[in-house]
């Protein structure tokens, strides 16, 4: 898999210019080293740093993360070089006022999907070219049409099941967690400065690796990300212990989506379902 | 007496454990105006007072069952009718998300109830303990749960 170099070219050129007008403290991009399997985050400060950028198809990382962290709300305004599911995640951040418009700048890249083969998520992207961008880079993609149906196949797959299948499938899946936390510090939307974790008066969630703890911990990301997550499958991805977590994750979309109309991360000044309310919601099971 | 009287003896002593979250304005008065009322209800419920049915976090029903109960029930005022104008409809967005999340991790939906019990209404407060504590009965100790508190540490 070589590197795209019409995007890549551009790519350097753009963050370049921007790096030397002064008009941006940082640039986030991604890197490829000899030996790397796959491209990770680099951070570049000036314009002569510009050629270690690269995008090709292994750029998986979600760099929104990136940007609620101080260190580097520190050095000044940012570009940042975001796919269309990366942006959606930068919209929620918008919208949660955890960073403000004029305090980025994004380089969109038009992305035909990651990974040999194509990642799940890809193969069902509505975001092929991101919008609202700064600058955008690279040709546009012809974007396929994605029905509704398609949207949550692996929340659909664990619900066909029935309800005693399904807890012992979870069971099995949690019971693996080691509570290495990779999950919440990926996650571009687990931006709090205290997580509930290490709250411990009271201890809301076990912290020992026991799966009564773990099914607390995982209950507790779900619906903290309820309405929120964007589904750009970065917890999956690194978790070690190769938990469905984006499962979960689409369930909860599956919810909000069915129940709500929302769907998260397609604008900046959408709300979120559960900071309002309609009077019309459902009332069905409750006595 | 034979083993299968026994074990019927067993399980008509056995009472659940149902935690009720009630919010103070609705349905802490319809349990206190039941209770006036002398309208009886069974004592397997055990009625934890908060401010509001807004107030209630997942957490606290998550941890209800870790710490034993068979049933959660968080009660709250009628749509409208909140005391603080909009708590009741944050809750029901929020609770009933919860609950669909919990059926999708494999546990049995009747034994997390939501309802709506206004400080007038100490009759329905009264049947519905009865008919909650009946289907808790019914449904039987939260073994699924229970087993998997007991467990090794992986």
């Given amino acids: ?287 | 007496m034979s083993k299968e009287q026994q074990n019927k003896s067993e399980k008509s002593q056995w009472q659940p454990r149902i935690v009720a979250f009630l919010c103070n304005w609705c349905s802490y008065a319809g349990a206190d105006l039941a209770g006036m009322s002398r309208r009886g209800y069974p004592a397997a419920i055990k009625v934890i007072r908060v401010p509001c049915s807004g107030k209630v976090d997942p957490m606290f029903v998550l941890k209800s069952f870790e710490r034993g109960a068979d049933m959660v029930l968080v009660s709250g005022c009628h749509p409208g009718d909140c005391h603080y104008a909009s708590g009741n409809y944050h809750a029901r967005r929020k609770l009933l998300a919860f609950r669909e999340l919990l059926d999708f991790l494999g546990i049995d939906q009747r034994r997390f109830k939501i309802s709506w019990v206004s400080a007038a209404e100490g009759a329905k407060w009264s049947s519905l303990v009865k008919e909650i504590t009946a289907e808790a009965q019914a449904l039987g100790p939260f073994e699924t749960f229970a087993t998997m508190l007991q467990g090794e540490p992986s």
């Fill in chain 1, 1 to 287: 898999m070589s590197a795209n170099g019409t995007i890549t070219q551009a790519l350097r050129e753009a963050a370049a210019q921007m790096l030397s007008d002064k008009k941006v403290g940082v640039v986030i991009g991604y890197g490829r080293d000899e030996g790397q399997e796959f491209s990770t985050p680099v951070f570049l400060r000036k314009a002569e740093e510009v050629e270690r950028l690269v995008f090709d198809d292994l750029c998986f990382g979600n760099l929104a993360v990136y940007l609620s962290r101080p260190a580097i709300r520190k050095m000044g305004k940012t570009g940042i070089v975001v796919k269309g599911c990366d942006l959606r995640a930068v919209n929620v951040l918008l919208r949660e006022n955890v960073i403000k418009r004029e305090d980025v700048l994004l380089i969109g890249v038009h992305c035909g999907g990651l990974g040999e083969p194509r990642l799940p998520k890809c193969l069902v992207c509505e975001v092929h070219s991101p919008t609202g961008c700064d600058v955008v880079v690279g040709e546009a993609i012809e974007q396929p049409e994605v029905k509704a149906e398609q949207r949550y196949t692996k929340a659909d797959e664990i619900e066909a099941k029935p309800v005693e299948q399904r807890w012992e499938f979870w069971q099995k899946q949690l019971s693996k967690c080691i509570r290495c936390y990779a999950c919440r510090q990926v996650c571009p939307l687990c931006y709090c400065k205290r997580c509930i974790i290490e709250k411990n008066t009271p201890q809301w969630v076990e912290t020992s690796p026991h799966v009564r703890g773990n099914l607390a911990w995982h209950v507790a990301r779900a619906l903290h990300l309820t309405g929120r997550c964007v589904g750009c499958g970065e917890c999956e991805r690194v978790c070690p212990m190769d938990i469905p977590l984006g499962a979960i994750n689409q369930k909860m979309a599956k919810v909000v989506d069915e129940r709500f109309g929302f769907r998260s991360g397609f604008s900046a000044e959408d709300e979120a379902p559960f900071t309002t309310f309609s009077t019309e919601d459902s009332e069905e099971g409750i006595l």
